[in-house]
């Protein structure tokens, strides 16, 4: 057996975003080391398609995180059946090319900043109380590698996804004392069906294979990784 697997033995996680490309990976690798799941999604058909029923191992949530009650909410109903959270994979997010920041409306603005931003401190608001009761627990939020630099016609998302990486740092710094480490992992492209469809040219050998991330993200939920807290840590694939 595993460090992890010993660590994540009945373990109860929590993921967003969980009948996304990610989440399922996230989600399946957490299963096979023995966790119990809590999987919240915005639509149930899809949790329901990604997962099936819920049962004794597993339970869906349907929830909009963008409602602070609604992410309340879910929070509880993991509570309610697990009796705790030990882990929170904030996966929930989005991705949007733009326009140059002169030229980029509210709409836009508001849009990604609620997606990456918002959906982690909603999260973070419902989670972290739980986690100071028990005194332990582990937070992982997905920032993003670009976010570490400006770029053209990204300004919108990079802002939202550098708040992520600069709320992680806080909330490192607020929580490391009373046993909750929080970190986050910055990926590059992720191989999903949708981004070889977006890229058909591109070589995704050259991405990150959400298996892969999940893994790390794993390995940031472990004991093996108590001692780091406020990390940002590339995750860039293979090459």
């Known amino acids: 057996m595993s460090n992890i697997d010993h660590d994540m033995q009945d373990a109860v996680v929590l ?19 023995g966790a ?19 049962d004794e191992r597993h339970l869906s949530i349907a929830a909009n995180l963008l409602d602070a ?6 929070a509880q109903t993991a509570i309610d059946r697990f009796g705790r959270i030990d882990v929170l994979c ?12 002169h030229g980029t409306d509210a709409a836009t603005w508001n849009h990604l900043y609620d997606l990456n931003v918002r959906t982690v401190q ?3 608001q419902a ?46 710094a607020e929580l490391r004392t009373q046993g909750i480490n929080v970190n986050c992992v ?26 892969d991330l999940a893994r790390v993200i794993a390995f940031l939920a472990s004991d093996a990784a108590r001692a780091v807290h ?7 694939g293979l090459s």
Do not use: C
């Open 122 to 124: 909603h999260m973070a």
């Open 90 to 101: 904030n996966l929930a997010g989005g991705f949007g090319m733009g326009t140059p920041v």
């Open 15 to 33: 993921i967003t975003g969980a009948a996304g490309n990610l989440g399922r990976a996230v989600a399946e690798v957490f299963g096979e080391h």
């Open 186 to 211: 910055l990926p590059t492209i992720i191989d999903t069906p949708e981004n070889r469809g977006d890229m058909p040219d591109a070589d995704p050998a050259n991405w990150v294979a959400p298996r």
């Open 230 to 236: 406020g990390a940002a840590l590339p995750v860039t």
């Open 36 to 54: 119990r799941l809590a999987l919240v999604d915005l639509h149930a058909d899809r949790l329901g398609a990604a997962f099936g029923e819920s």
């Open 69 to 74: 009650a609604d992410a309340q909410a879910a």
């Open 127 to 172: 989670v972290v109380p739980q986690m100071l009761r028990q005194g332990s627990g582990k937070v992982v939020n997905i920032g993003a590698f670009s976010a570490q630099r400006g770029l053209a016609n990204m300004g919108a998302y990079i802002a939202a996804k550098s708040a992520v990486i600069r709320l992680t740092e806080s909330m490192a």
